[in-house]
């Protein structure tokens, strides 16, 4: 993990990177596929929605989360992926509203700048790693 600093532009420049954007999450699919038939289950997707750790910390502090709420909510965001509903998520699908989550954090972010602490491999950790190559070349 690492603070970085981001704002609304960061991701969006990034989403609309089609090469990058889409290389990553190519390459996150692939790694969450792990049986390698093309389709995330509702197994292989609860390992990256329980990585966020999203409902279980309150300011960095560990939280015990009601264990039915937290398995409705995981459901819930499954089912946000699964947009054809047939119980799994294709590469389409995985790319179509992870595009559209990301839109919605550079919506929320706007024009300021804010430090985060991002996971390594995170792909908001790719748009800040893609904008800091863009200013180091220019």
Same mark, same amino acid.
């Given at each position: 993990?690492s603070?970085?600093? &981001? $704002? @609304?532009?960061?991701?969006?420049?990034?989403?609309?990177?089609?090469?990058? =954007?889409?290389? /990553?999450?190519?390459n996150?699919? #692939?790694?969450?596929d792990?049986d390698?038939?093309?389709? +995330?289950?509702?197994?292989?997707?609860?390992? *990256?929605?329980?990585?966020?750790?999203?409902?279980?910390?309150?300011?960095?502090i $560990?939280e015990?989360? $009601?264990?039915?709420?937290l398995a409705?909510?995981?459901? /819930?965001?499954?089912?946000q992926?699964d947009?054809?509903?047939? @119980?799994?998520? $294709? &590469?389409?699908?995985?790319?179509?509203?992870?595009?559209?989550?990301m839109? #919605?954090? #550079?919506? @929320?972010? @706007?024009? &300021?700048?804010?430090?985060?602490?991002l *996971?390594?491999?995170s =792909? +908001?950790?790719?748009?800040?790693?893609?904008?800091?190559? #863009?200013?180091?070349?220019?």
């Amino acid at each position: 993990m690492s603070v970085e600093v &981001l $704002d @609304g532009a960061t991701i969006v420049s990034f989403v609309e990177d089609e090469e990058a =954007f889409n290389n /990553s999450i190519r390459n996150r699919f #692939a790694h969450l596929d792990t049986d390698h038939d093309g389709l +995330l289950s509702y197994a292989e997707m609860m390992q *990256e929605l329980k990585s966020l750790r999203v409902f279980e910390t309150h300011f960095g502090i $560990d939280e015990k989360p $009601d264990p039915e709420e937290l398995a409705s909510v995981y459901n /819930s965001l499954f089912v946000q992926f699964d947009h054809d509903s047939n @119980g799994t998520v $294709d &590469l389409e699908e995985f790319k179509a509203e992870t595009k559209q989550m990301m839109l #919605a954090m #550079a919506n @929320g972010l @706007g024009f &300021l700048p804010v430090q985060m602490v991002l *996971e390594e491999d995170s =792909f +908001l950790m790719k748009a800040v790693e893609k904008e800091f190559t #863009a200013k180091a070349a220019a």
